[in-house]
């Protein structure tokens, strides 16, 4: 049995039936079995990781996929610890590159102490390092509807953005055979591209023209803030990681290539799969 944390986010929405599709029994956590949107093959679980009985949910469990809200390293160290005394055999992590690149913002340093926590539990380990995700740039929806435009900070570095169901394949890999237990893997995209560059792609898929906006700091700070009911202290955090990845988020790791066999997928097969969610509703 494979317990999946975070089954409700971006990547445990797509792992969990990546999971089931490749024959694998699938506990998934959720807050709310109620409003959780999960495959209905999985055996869904409610808990919350601050007050859940730990043993009770890793019951039966030999395998656990660890990624908790907040990147919080005593959670994520307080489920190494109940599913090494579960008799939990692999732990696969959820982790970011910054790590690999030695960030010292506070989103990498959780995700790093987390690492260390998951490496002397004592479980075989698998640690997945994916970079910024395709999936952010849900982000968009806002502006794009109201204004037809998409608004960047200036100096926005170009990335190598990574979708989900990339990252959802190398966990089933990860989880569902033996040859990757003691591996740690920085997961990308196959290109770099610029913000400016992945909005002339996302304008294709729409069939129209999306404007591109740069603003300075302090007017995309307003906007998260003002717009987003972003709370100051994650503004805060997320400029730090901004200014730490922004000379590395262009790096390509082929990593995603060698280990499926295929060409990761590109930001045009993301655009394309959700045109869907980005409707401008003139207001002319």
Do not use: C
């Amino acid at each position: 049995m494979i317990f999946v944390l975070g089954a409700t986010g971006k990547v445990g929405r797509a792992l969990v039936p990546t999971l089931l599709d490749a024959g694998a029994d699938v506990r998934a956590l959720t807050r709310d079995p109620a409003k959780a949107t999960v495959d209905p093959r999985a055996d869904v679980v409610q808990g919350d990781l601050d007050t859940a009985d730990l043993p009770a949910l890793l019951d039966g469990a030999d395998r656990v996929f660890v990624l908790t809200q907040g990147h919080s390293t005593e959670r994520e160290a307080a489920v190494a610890r109940a599913a090494t005394r579960a008799g939990v055999t692999h732990l696969v992590k959820l982790s970011t590159t910054g790590v690999h690149f030695g960030q010292t913002d506070p989103i990498t340093r959780a995700h790093a102490d987390a690492e260390q926590a998951i490496r002397e539990a004592g479980p075989a380990w698998t640690i997945l390092r994916p970079g910024a995700f395709m999936d952010n740039r849900f982000a968009w929806r806002d502006t794009i509807r109201d204004e037809n435009t998409v608004y960047a900070a200036e100096g926005d570095p170009a990335s190598a953005l990574i979708h989900v169901r990339d990252i959802a394949a190398v966990a089933t890999l990860a989880l569902t055979t033996p040859d990757h237990h003691g591996a740690t893997y920085e997961l990308t995209g196959g290109e770099a591209l610029t913000t400016e560059r992945q909005v002339a792609i996302l304008s294709a898929a729409l069939g129209r023209s999306v404007k591109f906006v740069e603003e300075p700091e302090s007017a995309a700070r307003e906007r998260m803030m003002r717009k987003y009911g972003w709370p100051a202290q994650a503004v805060d955090g997320f400029f730090a990681l901004k200014r730490e990845s922004a000379q590395r988020e262009h790096v390509v790791f082929d990593t995603v290539e060698r280990l499926l066999g295929r060409p990761p997928l590109t930001f045009a097969n993301w655009a394309g799969e959700n045109a869907a969610a980005f409707p401008y509703h003139y207001r002319g």
